[in-house]
């Protein structure tokens, strides 16, 4: 298997003062299934830029192998599947391609079909099998999972299992730990790799960080301890030099040689000191660097004046004339957190929209309480403009505790000046998480509020419900998610 060697690596965007890479170095093995973790806008897509070389940078990047990129830009979707691939790779095998979608449990027929009748899974399943179906390259996967139900994910970590020869970009951690052998970190300073999955890195920094604050409270009490003993060792230099000049010229005169020999070995003894308390501040600024500070997010959700805030009894739901789902059955009480479930389709958006007050046809029973107050983050976020501050303004926020919660989310503080449609998916994801926070609320919809989020921001929300136990319904894939926060899980189906 060959390698591929990244030597010095520095890069900036033009026009910025900050490097988002500074003399990098590390190497890839291209049989690896490796997974690629960070903050979001530290700096993964654009290493996956200069891996293809569509940027410029300092020092180098030698490969043996062919980069491919997912995903690929699939131009107009009316056009039929086969058409959408062919714009893609005209080179490509049919018979190659149908070997893959067997693999993913695809019929082949969807290849007849126009790209955009296809739903999210299968697009992403089709875009995969023409990816993997080439051979002699090393894959770039650019977060696949986003907008995919659970089983979706489940079939194509399976599927990813059983291939080598990528770098996938994921915050999924339990699609990770699924499928990937080696781990790529963009820490805070460095970038580091380990072998094993998501789980195995997190256990080594968990062990590692532990390590340096013991070292570091050792370094600070020792660094205290020295100062302290060089101030003393200095203040008796300076008593033993002034008895040079003592006596009252009655009685013998002071030995000035032997007490200037005295105070010259106290104060090499104490420079000595002081050197020991220098070389323990270097080694104290070595450490803690990587250390991922997860800042507790504080939230005040209202009490509502009864114990059930929605209830549904058999309920069903039309969408254009279909039904989308039936026979739904749950109730959401103070306190308690539902995660929907399901396929695509299946309805789980339209039962929030539903909630929100939205006219949508229903069949059974839907209780909604009276002057409920909700707060909500929507799954498509691609429509934000404008300034922050405006955004605040208009949405009734205050603007200091809206920014000081982005900050929190890992926002830096450039990214205030820019305009939102400037924004990664990310961040303008944060955005309507952060609106949320803010928001004083009985209730809390939050449909798919974790796409493109990074996972430490995802363990700091985790870390919020499960502080403050706001009422919640809520949508999402992420299974560690799912399984940490939801106090029950409601399946909806056809």
Not at 18 to 38: A, H, K, P, Q, Y
Not at 126 to 146: C, G
Not at 454 to 477: G, T
């Amino acid at each position: 298997m060959a390698q591929i060697n990244v030597s010095n690596l520095t890069f900036c965007y033009e026009g910025s003062y900050d490097n988002i890479f500074e003399n990098v170095s590390f190497r890839i093995d291209t049989g690896w299934r490796l997974g690629f973790i960070g903050r979001n806008g530290k700096g993964k897509t654009t290493f996956l830029k200069l891996l293809m070389g569509k940027l410029e940078y300092e020092g180098s990047i030698k490969s043996p192998t062919v980069f491919e990129y997912f995903p690929f830009d699939t131009g107009d979707i009316s056009r039929n599947t086969l058409d959408v691939i062919e714009g893609i790779h005209p080179d490509y095998e049919l018979w190659m391609l149908c070997r893959e979608l067997d693999l993913l449990d695809v019929d082949a027929e969807v290849l007849y079909r126009p790209f955009e009748t296809l739903s999210n899974g299968e697009r992403t399943k089709v875009l995969l099998a023409l990816l993997f179906s080439r051979e002699n390259e090393f894959l770039l996967i650019d977060e696949p999972t986003n907008h995919l139900d659970g089983e979706a994910r489940e079939k194509i970590m399976e599927y990813l299992k059983k291939k080598k020869g990528f770098l996938l970009v994921s915050h999924d951690r339990h699609f990770l730990n699924g499928c990937v052998d080696h781990i790529l970190a963009l820490n805070k300073t460095n970038i580091e790799i380990q072998q094993g999955n998501f789980d195995t890195w997190q256990q080594n920094k968990k062990l590692q960080d532990e390590f340096e604050m013991a070292e570091n409270r050792k370094l600070q009490k020792d660094i205290a301890r020295l100062t302290e003993a060089a101030a003393r060792t200095a203040g008796w230099s300076d008593k033993i030099e002034k008895t040079k000049f003592g006596g009252d010229g009655l009685g013998p005169k002071p030995d000035r040689g032997f007490i200037g020999h005295k105070s010259a070995k106290m104060m090499k003894r104490a420079k000595a000191v002081e050197g020991r308390i220098s070389g323990a501040a270097e080694e104290k600024k070595k450490l803690l660097k990587n250390i991922e500070e997860e800042e507790e997010i504080k939230l005040f959700p209202l009490v509502y004046h009864k114990e059930v805030l929605i209830e549904a009894k058999d309920l069903s739901l039309s969408y254009d004339g279909k039904t989308v789902c039936s026979h739904v059955n749950f109730a959401l009480r103070r306190g308690e957190r539902i995660a929907l479930a399901g396929k695509n389709g299946c309805g789980k958006s339209t039962l929030l929209k539903k909630i929100m007050g939205e006219d949508i046809e229903t069949g059974g029973e839907l209780r909604v309480g009276s002057g409920l107050i909700i707060s909500y983050v929507p799954q498509d976020v691609s429509g934000l403009k404008g300034r922050l501050e405006d955004f605040a303004e208009q949405n009734g926020i205050d603007g200091t505790l809206f920014r000081a919660l982005l900050r929190k989310l890992d926002f830096s503080r450039v990214q205030f000046e820019k305009r939102m449609e400037d924004y990664s998916q990310g961040q303008k994801k944060k955005v309507m998480l952060a609106r949320s926070l803010c928001q004083q609320a009985h209730l809390y919809i939050w449909d798919e509020p974790l796409n493109y989020i990074d996972i430490f921001s995802r363990i700091q929300l985790e870390n919020l419900i499960l502080k403050y136990h706001p009422a919640m319904i809520f949508v999402e894939h992420d299974k560690a998610f799912v399984e940490k926060t939801a106090s029950d899980v409601i399946y909806l189906q056809n």
